[in-house]
């Protein structure tokens, strides 16, 4: 989305109660999908009614689709949605930004809702903004990521989904950290000498490519356990916030990772990157 034009055709595809209906149900699925047959069930609307809510969803990128044998999967597509709300709430899309008067935010807060179509809206926009929410608590301290801490998680998924794999363990979060061209975390890296495509080399070489084409990911208990350490090491550090620092810090200090390995197996002292690390972040603090 370049910018808030762009939503237009997307808020189109939404203008029906039977649209809202599917991404109700998809989000309510979330991340398991539905296949057309359970959707129709559920629906109770005719099959070629159901088909033209579904591709016009797909177009818009609302949702995504999988075939499995002689079954069509539906996904509710997340970052989309996360793109909406960011939208809608912040006033911005990704790479462009809004200016609102002091009055004109006064005048839309004021302005009341007067349609049904209008209410349908806020009733179904609220019921994603709570789905995120949710979402948000599985991983420890969500709630304190940093933008840029929130941008690796969603790289190390890109990373994940790029090889064809479902679980998204240390090694793709390294890679997400290895993504972010600037900031403390990058720094580190550069000082280092550890750079991207030598490090997603050694990975691939490490773990291979999957066999499917997963529409979600999920984090394997090792990943679940450097957000642990890395909302550890925040308290320790006093911050009120978890950033890539602390991510970083949480695959060293677990130490036994594929992003460890491939780290080791390109001659880094993993030791003394944690070191350089803390260094740097206190040095940062001052």
Known sequence: MDDSASYADVFAALGSEARLDVMRLLFAAYPEGMNVGDLKSRLKIPNSTLSHHLEKLRIEELVTVRRDRQFIWYYANVQMFEDLLTFLYNGFSSSEQVSITEQQTKERNTKKISTQEDIMFEDFFGSVQTFFGKLRLKLPGF?????????????????????????????????????????????????????????????????????????????????????????????QLKHSYIGTEHLLLGILIEGEGVGVRALKELGFDCNELEEQLQIAIVQSSV
């Open 143 to 235: 709630q304190r990521f940093t933008e840029k801490a929130i941008q690796s998680i969603s790289f190390a998924q890109e990373e994940t989904r790029s090889l064809q794999h479902k679980w998204v363990g240390t090694e793709q979060i390294l890679l997400g950290l290895l993504r972010q061209e600037t900031g403390l975390v990058a720094r580190v890296f550069s000082e280092s000498g550890i750079e991207l495509e030598p490090v997603r080399e050694a990975v691939e070489s490490i773990i291979g490519h999957g066999s499917g084409n997963p529409n979600t990911t999920c984090f394997t208990p090792r990943a679940k356990k450097i957000f642990d350490i890395a909302l550890k090491q925040a308290k």
